[in-house]
C-alpha cells in the first residue's frame, strides 16, 4: 500500500476510523460500513454524483427509460388492483438520481386518475441526491405531491406501492466468521502500521440455520437492515404491494459478498473509506423466507430479464424506436443491456413482498 495511504493524510475519514478504532477497539464490519457511507461529513453518500456514467456506478433506470416507464406501468395496474385507493402512498427507497421516479411518472400519468390519487415518498439519506431528485421530479408537469424522509417509518399510513432499485444492497450488514469452533464478529481493526484490516472480533452466540461445522475460516452474513424493513412494512396497517430489484443469487449463498465500487471498478472495501460504493449482494431466498416468518406474502425471484419480458419490454422498444429513428442505436442497446443474459439480464432479480391479504401482483403469481 502506498505510504499516503497508511498515513491518511488525504483521507480525512480514515484519520477519523483510525482514532476510533485505537479509542473504542475494532469495529464490526457494520459499523465500519454505516461510517463509510454515512458519516455525516465523508460518508459516500455525502457525494453527488456517484450515479451514472461519470459516477462511480450506472444502475437501470440511468441505462434506459424504458426502465422505470415499465415500473410506472405497473404500479398503474398495481393501484387497480388495489380498488384505486386515493391517497395511494407511492413509495420509492433510494431513488438516487429521481430517474426511475420521473419516467414511471411520465407512464403512469395515463392510467385515469392515478396522478390524482398519488403522493409520492422518496426514502432517501443522502441531502445532494435529495437536491438531485427534486430538480429531476421539477422537470414531470404536473406531478404528484412528493415528501421526502429517512425511513419508512415516517411514511404516513395509507395502501401503498412500493419500489426500491439498488436500495437492499445499500444497507449495512454484520459478518460473522468461523475460527476455532465458533462464529465470531468480523471487526476492521489496525495493523501495525495502522492500515484498516479485516479480523476476529467477540465470540458470538451459534446463528440460526447456519451450520454447525463449516470451513475454517467460512464467513455468513446478517442483514439487520433487511430485518427493520421487514418488520416496518409488517406493521404497516393498510395494503401494500412492494417490489424489490437487486443483484444477487436467487438461492441461499454462504461467503463474503461485500464489494467496493469505484469509477465503475471493483476496489479494496479497506481502502480509502469514503470513497467507493459500499454494497452486498441480496440474497433473496432468505429475504422471502423472513417475508413470509414476519407474515407477510413474497413470490419470486425472477431474472430482470423475465420481470422486464413479461411487462413487455419488448413491445415498448420497438413502439418508442419507431417515433424516435435518430435514436434507435441507443434504445436498441440500453434494452440490450438491462436484458443481458450474462449480465444484468440474469444477475439483477425481482422479488415481490406484499399484504397477505391480496393477491399476487402482476407478474407474479
Ligand atoms: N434506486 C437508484 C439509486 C440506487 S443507489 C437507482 O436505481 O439509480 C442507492 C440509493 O439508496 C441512493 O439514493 C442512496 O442515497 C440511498 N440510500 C442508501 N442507504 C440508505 C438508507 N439507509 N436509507 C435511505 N436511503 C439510502
Known amino acids: 500500500?502506498?505510504?499516503?495511504?497508511?498515513?491518511g493524510a488525504d483521507n480525512p475519514l480514515l484519520l477519523?476510523?483510525?482514532?476510533?478504532?485505537?479509542?473504542?477497539?475494532?469495529?464490526?464490519?457494520?459499523?465500519?460500513?454505516?461510517?463509510?457511507?454515512?458519516?455525516?461529513?465523508?460518508?459516500?453518500?455525502?457525494?453527488?454524483?456517484?450515479?451514472?456514467?461519470?459516477g462511480d456506478f450506472v444502475t437501470a433506470p440511468e441505462i434506459s427509460q424504458i426502465f422505470g416507464e415499465l415500473i410506472g406501468l405497473w404500479c398503474a395496474v398495481t393501484w387497480q388492483q388495489l380498488g384505486s385507493p386515493a391517497p395511494l402512498r407511492l413509495i420509492e427507497l433510494g431513488p438516487g438520481r429521481g430517474t426511475l421516479m420521473r419516467d414511471a411518472l411520465r407512464a403512469a400519468r395515463r392510467m385515469p386518475g392515478f396522478i390524482e390519487a398519488a403522493t409520492?415518498?422518496?426514502?432517501?439519506?443522502?441531502?445532494?441526491?435529495?437536491?438531485?431528485?427534486?430538480?429531476?421530479?421539477?422537470?414531470?408537469?404536473?406531478?404528484?405531491?412528493?415528501?421526502?424522509?429517512?425511513?419508512i417509518a415516517e411514511v404516513?399510513?395509507?395502501?401503498a406501492i412500493i419500489v426500491a432499485n439498488e436500495f437492499l444492497d445499500a444497507l449495512p450488514i454484520r459478518q460473522l466468521v468461523h475460527a476455532a469452533g465458533a462464529w465470531h464478529e468480523r471487526v476492521v481493526a489496525l495493523d501495525a502500521a495502522g492500515a484498516l484490516m479485516f479480523a476476529h472480533g467477540d465470540r458470538v452466540d451459534q446463528p440460526a440455520d447456519v451450520p454447525r461445522e463449516p470451513q475454517p475460516g467460512a464467513i455468513i452474513e446478517l442483514r439487520d437492515g433487511e430485518d427493520h424493513l421487514l418488520a416496518q412494512l409488517a406493521t404497516r396497517s393498510q395494503p401494500f404491494v412492494a417490489l424489490f430489484i437487486d443483484y444477487g443469487p436467487a438461492s441461499t449463498a454462504v461467503g463474503d459478498t461485500l464489494q467496493a465500487v469505484r469509477r465503475h471498478e471493483y476496489a479494496d472495501p479497506l481502502a480509502e473509506p469514503g470513497t467507493a460504493d459500499l454494497t452486498a449482494h441480496v440474497l433473496f431466498a432468505a429475504l422471502?423466507?423472513?417475508?413470509?416468518?414476519?407474515?407477510?406474502?413474497a413470490d419470486g425471484p425472477i431474472t430482470q430479464a423475465e420481470f422486464l419480458g413479461r411487462l413487455g419490454i419488448a413491445e415498448r422498444a420497438t413502439r418508442l424506436m419507431a417515433a424516435n429513428p435518430g435514436k434507435a442505436a441507443e434504445i436498441e442497446a440500453g434494452v440490450q443491456r438491462l436484458m443481458?443474459?450474462?449480465?444484468?439480464?440474469?444477475?439483477?432479480?425481482?422479488?415481490?413482498?406484499?399484504?397477505?391479504?391480496l393477491p399476487p401482483p402482476a407478474p407474479f403469481g
Do not use: N
Not at 500500500?1 to 498515513?7: N, Q
Not at 409520492?120 to 406531478?143: K, M, W
Not at 422471502?288 to 406474502?297: E, I, S
Open 1 to 7: 500500500m502506498p505510504p499516503h495511504e497508511i498515513d
Open 16 to 54: 477519523r476510523l483510525r482514532e476510533r478504532i485505537r479509542r473504542d477497539g475494532p469495529l464490526p464490519v457494520s459499523d465500519y460500513m454505516q461510517v463509510c457511507v454515512g458519516d455525516p461529513e465523508h460518508g459516500y453518500w455525502r457525494r453527488r454524483d456517484t450515479i451514472g456514467a461519470a
Open 120 to 151: 409520492v415518498h422518496l426514502v432517501e439519506i443522502s441531502e445532494p441526491l435529495r437536491r438531485v431528485q427534486q430538480a429531476t421530479l421539477a422537470s414531470v408537469s404536473g406531478q404528484p405531491a412528493v415528501t421526502w424522509h429517512r425511513d
Open 156 to 159: 404516513p399510513d395509507g395502501p
Open 288 to 297: 422471502a423466507d423472513k417475508a413470509r416468518a414476519a407474515g407477510l406474502a
Open 340 to 357: 443481458a443474459p450474462t449480465g444484468m439480464g440474469q444477475l439483477f432479480k425481482v422479488l415481490a413482498v406484499w399484504s397477505p391479504a
